[in-house]
C-alpha cells in the first residue's frame, strides 16, 4: 500500500495551494480518506475527511470554510484545496486511509486511519 503525498511547498499568507494524495495498492473506494498536519513541536491534528463515495465531508473548525476536500475515485486521488492559508497553516501535511469507517463516515481520529503517507511540506510566510 502506497500513499504519497504532493503538492506543498512555500506561499505567502492569503495564498493557495493544492495538495494530493494517490493511493495504490488497495481498493481506493473503499477508504475513507483524510488530511492531518504537524506543526514543529506540536502533535498531529485532523484537517478534513470525506467518505468512501465523498458524500459526507468534515472539516476542523480552524480550516472551515478555507479549505476543501475532495476525490476522484477514478484517479485513485484524494485533494486538498487550501484558500486564504496562514502562517498558522504551516505544517507536514499527512493523507491517511481508514477502511473501518463505512458508507457516509468520516473519521477526525488519526488512530482511525490504517494507512499513511510520508507528508508534504505546507510554509506559509512572508
Known amino acids: 500500500v502506497q500513499l504519497q503525498a504532493s503538492g506543498g511547498g512555500l506561499v505567502q499568507p492569503g495564498g493557495s495551494l493544492r495538495l494530493s494524495c494517490a493511493v495504490s495498492?488497495?481498493?481506493?473506494?473503499?477508504?475513507?480518506m483524510g488530511w492531518f498536519r504537524q506543526a514543529p513541536g506540536k502533535g498531529r491534528e485532523f484537517v478534513a475527511a470525506?467518505?468512501?463515495?465523498?458524500?459526507?465531508?468534515k472539516y476542523a473548525d480552524t480550516v472551515k470554510g478555507r479549505f476543501t476536500i475532495s476525490r476522484d475515485n477514478a484517479k485513485n486521488t484524494v485533494y486538498l484545496q487550501m484558500d486564504s492559508l496562514k502562517p498558522e497553516d504551516t505544517a507536514v501535511y499527512y493523507c491517511?486511509?481508514?477502511?473501518?469507517?463505512?458508507?457516509?463516515?468520516?473519521?477526525?481520529?488519526?488512530?482511525?486511519?490504517?494507512?499513511w503517507g510520508q507528508g508534504t511540506l505546507v510554509t506559509v510566510s512572508s
Open positions: 495498492g488497495v481498493t481506493f473506494s473503499i477508504y475513507a
Open positions: 491517511g486511509a481508514d477502511r473501518t469507517a463505512s458508507g457516509s463516515l468520516a473519521s477526525t481520529s488519526y488512530t482511525a486511519y490504517e494507512y
Open positions: 470525506i467518505s468512501r463515495t465523498g458524500g459526507t465531508t
